[in-house]
């Protein structure tokens, strides 16, 4: 599998002095008559041909690695003020921004790869929870329908067969845009791409425009990052103005997608899966097994009766939101519901989310990637409704990230289980009993009497979670699941959830279906 990032193989040359002269930027060159082929803001990245985008970023401002650039290829820099020095000295023709290079780079990426006009179906899914699951929902529906298909997503990125492994759930503008470029030149109907708050807040996704772009909710996450639940609300709504989007399906599953409705600024159509809400699309779940749920979809357009294949009514919605979109950038309702007759379900392979673990006479075992308390309170709620004896979970919270949710993560494990092992994952740079003392704490004051534990290795407490469970128990693996590794203290160890979790049943004489 590639693991760095994707560009047109054959891409125009464009002048840097007609790029100068589009965005109006000071050129500082003796020699403006370069060709550009690339551009990159990471100079580990940079391909000969290359404009190297200098930022000023958290830790480093990108122009002091202007030299490296240039060793690698970059034919120019585009910098600001702060970084001309720097980049001057690198020798080679010189643009200066008065703001930060970040805010043109979508723009300039676009104009470089010829991603400003035409291009595939691009279709955009943002919200906390569901991006993934959703963006796999549509490439699935479309591989269903006989489309070639593009996808971007916290799990990969891929162009038809060939598959990149993910580092950001969106890329930086310039690895956007070169990946949009290889998608068009693959000959792809349709780009699929999950969009973070981040990426709005960063300008990873400006120059993109999305025919159809996907609210699906909005609960607490990412504090660290967005002073408080207004910040990152408007950080989302960044995707529903006319400069990102063409049209938006909202979910109205949470209270902000009301408010996303209200203030849209594009032509809004509506789902929801919560009864009693009234919507343009309706998703009304009908049966929920060990390994799908089965839901209809009613619309103006008609209704279709079909299933994902994973646990949870949530998951219905996300299955639901992937066919509305679909629909509203205008393909026939007909055809679609023809498919999933013929295939009686979206059979997508979501990575990492609710995956089954199935055992021959034994516990049912999930594993899943959930990391915020609402993803915690969906999980739970769809393994309790399939579980007859007790729900047993791990979970565990991820360091340098959002540390205010935490105890919320806590406070809904301990509320939708019977028992509750609380581990470590990904703390990175954090200590970890810290964090597991935040997520303890939450558990603790939500659930004083309940049986609740703390076992810091991950390794132990899947096998703790085996020992306790019988035949009518559920296991549910909540926070990593998706990973092949840890990240502790600064070092990425190798580790799989789906591994660890099958050996410890094996080793316990459980047989995994
Ligand atoms: C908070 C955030 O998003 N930070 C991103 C930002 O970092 P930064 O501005 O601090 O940059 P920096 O590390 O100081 O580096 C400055 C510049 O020097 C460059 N550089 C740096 C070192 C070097 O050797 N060579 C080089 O060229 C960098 O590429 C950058 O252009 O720009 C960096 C370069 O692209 C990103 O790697 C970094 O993402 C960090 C790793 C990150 O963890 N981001 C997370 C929070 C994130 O974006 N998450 C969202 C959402 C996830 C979700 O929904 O759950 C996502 O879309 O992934
Ligand atoms: N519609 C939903 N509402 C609430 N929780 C959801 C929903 N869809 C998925 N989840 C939960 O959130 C987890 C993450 O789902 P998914 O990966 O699809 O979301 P995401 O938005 O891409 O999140 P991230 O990028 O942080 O992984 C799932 O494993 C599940 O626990």
Do not use: C
């Amino acid at each position: 599998m590639r693991t760095w990032a994707v560009r047109p193989s054959s891409p125009s040359p464009t002048r840097l002095i007609d790029l100068a002269e589009h965005f109006n930027l000071a050129l500082h060159s003796e020699t403006p008559n370069v060709l550009l082929t690339g551009i990159t803001m990471n100079s580990r990245d940079v391909e000969p041909g290359d404009l190297y985008l200098g930022l000023p970023g958290a830790r480093f401002h990108g122009a002091t690695f202007s030299k490296d650039a240039v060793a690698r290829g970059a034919v120019a820099i585009l910098t600001d003020a702060s970084g001309a020095v720097d980049a001057t000295a690198a020798g080679v023709p010189v643009l200066l921004t008065p703001n930060s290079p970040r805010d043109i780079a979508g723009h300039l990426a676009a104009w470089i790869y010829g991603t400003v006009t035409g291009g595939p179906l691009t279709l955009g899914v943002t919200g906390t929870n569901g991006k993934t699951s959703t963006v796999h929902f549509l490439d699935a529906l479309l591989t269903q329908l006989g489309r070639k298909t593009g996808l971007s997503s916290t799990a990969q990125r891929r162009i038809g067969a060939e598959v990149v492994v993910s580092s950001l759930t969106t890329p930086e503008a310039p690895e956007l845009h070169g990946l949009l470029a290889r998608m068009h030149e693959a000959g792809v109907d349709a780009a699929l791409l999950e969009v973070s708050a981040h990426a709005l807040t960063r300008h990873r996704v400006d120059g993109v425009m999305f025919h159809v772009a996907a609210f699906t909710n909005l609960s607490h996450d990412h504090l660290d990052d967005y002073a408080d639940m207004d910040e990152y609300f408007e950080a989302k709504l960044q995707l529903f103005t006319p400069e990102h989007s063409r049209k938006a399906v909202v979910s109205l599953d949470t209270p902000a997608g009301f408010a996303v409705v209200d203030r849209a600024g594009v032509d809004v159509v509506t789902i929801s899966s919560t009864p009693g809400v009234a919507s343009d699309w309706v998703v009304t779940v009908a049966d929920e097994q060990p390994d799908s749920t089965a839901f209809t979809l009613s619309s103006a357009h008609g209704t279709v009766s079909t299933r994902v294949p994973v646990i949870g009514r949530h998951m219905a919605a996300n299955g639901g939101l992937a066919i509305a979109m679909l629909v509203e950038a205008g393909i026939d309702f007909g055809e679609i519901r023809a498919v999933l007759d013929r295939d009686g379900a979206i059979t997508a392979s979501l990575p990492g989310r609710a995956v089954h673990v199935p055992v021959t006479d034994g516990p049912n075992v999930y594993v899943d990637s959930g990391h915020s308390p609402d993803a915690f309170a969906k999980t739970l709620e769809s393994v309790r409704s399939l579980t007859r004896g007790r729900v047993i979970m791990i979970a565990g919270a991820n360091g340098d990230r959002d540390a205010l949710k935490r105890p919320e993560m806590g406070r809904e494990a301990a509320l939708g289980s019977d028992v509750l092992i609380i581990t470590d994952h990904q703390p990175r740079s954090e200590d970890p009993a810290l964090i597991r003392e935040a997520v303890l704490a939450g558990a603790r004051k939500a659930k004083p009497e309940g049986d609740i534990r703390e076992i810091a290795a991950p390794e132990a407490a899947i096998r703790a979670a085996v020992a306790e469970a019988t035949p009518t128990d559920t296991i549910l693996w909540a926070g990593l699941a998706e990973k092949e590794y840890r990240e502790v203290a600064g070092v990425k160890i190798p580790f799989s959830v789906l591994g660890e979790t099958r050996a410890a049943l094996a080793e316990a004489g459980w047989v995994s279906a």
